[in-house]
């Protein structure tokens, strides 16, 4: 084992740059003051009509020119921001750089507001539906619109502006989705394909309908009043997750060319561990294996022991199966020790950013590492009694973290878990 | 770092020409017409999947019930390579396996979208209006039933393939970044054995609007897929089906004593910026990497028909005038996202077979060599992205 390479011979994998955008703010430092102040990001939704819906609250991010230009062009400029402060830290051109690209993106379907503004260049040709809006389309190309709904066109742009290498993975893993695009990236550098990678977790998705579907699963947080107190993971109370938007981006390098290279080498991604549940489509596995799978595969990935990891930055999205099966998982893998061990959730501020939670999420254990604090989960006022873990209640708390572990599960049966360690060994 | 031999030793497949490996290879071999539908879109043809007995592969009604048709043709399919391979209800060897699925979206309920229209025609309150009927008339699950990454969550569901679940989106590109993926990862030794490829059904009316918002489909009926340049209309004729192999490395497949249908030596892919750089060249030059000089003996291409797109394919081809061609969208559609593990999966069997079915479009497809032990397969997306896969003979 050189001092490059781990305890399974692969190159180690170093986070050299980082951004991120929530509804607190764009940019780490904003975000990391706000995070460590126990101050909520959630609130009132201003974009759409709220008739007749039962949540009326998101994490939205309204402080962009995009915000109201839809879920594709959104979701590509939060990608965007905080791809240019990763790479910017990383001390990479932004135009150059040289790597591929892993995006975890929300799948997006053509707006209403497009739909009804087919529907108008055809309106005096009859009844309205699918045949009319076909016919629309035959009247000329609607480029605009084609490339909203393109899986791969937010990749494609991405590329484009930061010069990365090769054809672009845009992935959808559910919840975890942020999560796996920094294992894709992670894998690609142990298999040698490339020095460096950009791995980004977006979604600027929310929308009347988004929320609407989530809302018909009763997934959803109906405590409108206050916004700020609505997602409040570990609680007693906890009636669902908030929806919410951002962007997370990490370069990821292999040490021994960071090292080479001069660059400033944030933490270690140390290990990633995945594992399906074959249950449910929305509902775990009642013995918690596959969660607990996905938790231990990692460790073994990173190849560290339980008892090596400090803090723990949960999935914790406030609905009551998600808080409950996580508990039962991390409960199951650290024993005991899952009573006194610091457990914080992030959603309890920035709401369930979705398909960019993992990525996000991973960007604030790293700086947990780094500055020594671990945000707290907030709104924790009525402590769930069966779930009997350290949350870091209500404030932050300064400590000495050298090792995270970070949960993401989702939908579909998805569960993916990142470890990160301040150093190689 | 070990370098393994990455084998494909499951396929499954559905499509307009029928279900499974052998009715394809002999729809092909037979020269049957292709199965067209150009009255239920009009003006659009397509071609319509085979009747298929759900049940033979997703035997709870309360599955089939939970998925739209593109999940249940990838669910269908899945097991049919997992059947395939001998590796069906093979508890252990599923729950270790991993998984890759190339997956667009699911269809949208037409009454509801239809209705909505209908009321933003003369409410002006548009925002309260949508709230309204979403909230009233969506079915809950369908939301699931729509969602990206759950064909891969229906096949851990109905097959217990539980290893890992990733699912790429990107069109075309995504089914050649998923196989891409999966055999770097067995090649290297991050992985033993995964499921990896697509489904999409076509025949669904918001399904088609993706295409032809950029005007990409043929609006004058079939025709062979080599000549629809000066045809009507994008020149797309989709179809539905989905593909599915089963990929393991040499050594995990000779100790189960597995059939194997052929090597994948190698993918190349690329996404060049076609509003500045020539997709001929870039073409072109994945072949030539690939090895179309030397030592290909065919080529199955994935072209999608698109004006432009499967001209500058077509102008790549030619530059290997020694290698047959078939073009498969011509017998039975474009399958998006579905694509590239199709063609995979037809040079595979070609390979395996040793011998090239005949040409697709006489006119433009040479008849080729009597014996193929190598096999290119390409897709080129309509939009963006291209990939290039080697087979060989094991």
Known sequence: ???????????????????????????????????????????????????????????????????????????????????????????????????????????????????????????????????????????????????????GYIAECLADKFGTRGLPVTLST???????????????????????????????????????RFSLLSALSTQNEPAHKAAKPFSKDRDGFVMAEGSGAMVLESLESAVARGANVLGIMRGCGEKADDFHRTRSKPDGSPAIGAVRAALDDAGIKEDAIEYINAHGTSTPENDKMEYLALSTVFGERI???????????????????????????????????????????????AIIMDVVPNVKREARVSSVLSSSFGFGGQNTCLVMTAEPN | MQNNTVVITGIGLISSLGEGVEAHWQAFSDKVEPRVDSETFKPYTIHPLVEVDWNNQIPKRGDQRQMETWQRIGTYTAGLA????????????????????????????????????TEGRVRNDLGTMLNEKLTTELRPTLFLAQLSNLLAGNISIVHKVTGSSRTFMGEEGSGVSAIDTAVARIRSGQSTHALVGGAYNTEHPDMLLGYELNGLLKTDGWAPLWQRENGAGGGVVTGSGGAFLVLESLDHAKKRGARAY??????????????????????????????????????????????????????????????????????????????????????????????????????????????VRTALATTIGGSRGEGVARLVSV
């Open chain 2, 262 to 371: 052929a090597a994948i030596d190698a993918v190349y892919s690329s996404q060049i910026r076609r509003s500045r750089e020539d997709l001929t060249e870039a073409v072109a030059g994945l072949l030539k990497a690939a090895g179309a000089a030397q030592a290909a003996d065919l080529i199955i291409s994935g072209a999608c028909g698109a004006k432009g797109i499967t001209a500058a394919e077509k102008a790549a081809l030619d530059r290997f005038p020694d290698v047959a061609v078939r073009g498969i969208a011509g017998k039975l559609g474009h399958l998006r996202e579905g694509q590239f593990s199709l063609v995979v999966a037809l040079a595979a069997l070609n390979v395996f077979k040793g011998t090239a079915f005949p040409p697709i479009d006489a006119d433009n497809e040479s008849v080729g060599p009597s014996q």
């Open chain 1, 174 to 212: 559910a919840c975890a989705s942020g999560a796996t695009a920094i294992q894709l990236g992670v894998e690609a550098i142990r298999r040698g394909e490339s020095d460096r990678v950009l791995s980004i977790g977006t979604d600027g998705s929310v929308s009347a309908e988004s929320l609407i």
């Open chain 1, 339 to 385: 009573s006194s061990m610091p457990v914080s959730s992030n959603k309890s501020m920035i709401g369930h950013t979705l398909t960019a939670a993992g990525a996000i999420e991973a960007v604030f254990s790293v700086l947990t590492i780094q500055t020594g604090t671990i945000p707290p989960t907030i709104n924790y006022d009525n402590p769930d009694p």
């Open chain 1, 1 to 151: 084992m050189s001092q490059y390479t781990d305890h399974l011979g692969r190159p180690l994998v170093a986070i050299t740059g980082m951004g991120v955008v929530s509804s607190l703010g764009q940019g780490k430092e904003d975000n990391w003051a706000a995070l460590t102040s126990g101050t909520s990001g959630i609130h009132t939704i201003t974009r759409f009509a709220l008739d007749n819906l039962r949540t009326q609250i998101a994490g939205t991010v309204d402080f962009l020119e995009e915000s109201n230009q839809g879920a594709s062009a959104l979701s590509e400029k939060l990608a965007s921001l905080a791809a240019e402060e990763a790479v910017a830290q990383a001390g990479l051109p932004i135009g150059d750089f040289g790597g591929p690209l892993f995006l975890a993106a929300p799948p997006v379907e053509l707006e209403w507001r497009n739909r009804f503004a087919l529907d108008a260049l055809v309106k005096s040709e009859g009844e309205p539906g699918y045949d009319l809006l076909l016919a629309a389309c035959r009247r000329g190309p609607q480029v605009d619109m084609f490339n909203t709904i393109e899986f």
């Open chain 2, 82 to 117: 997992l059947q395939d391979a001998g590796i069906k209800d093979d508890e252990a060897l599923c729950a270790t396996m991993d998984m890759v699925v190339a997956a667009g979206g699911g269809e949208r309920d037409v009454t509801v979208d239809k209705q909505i229209l």
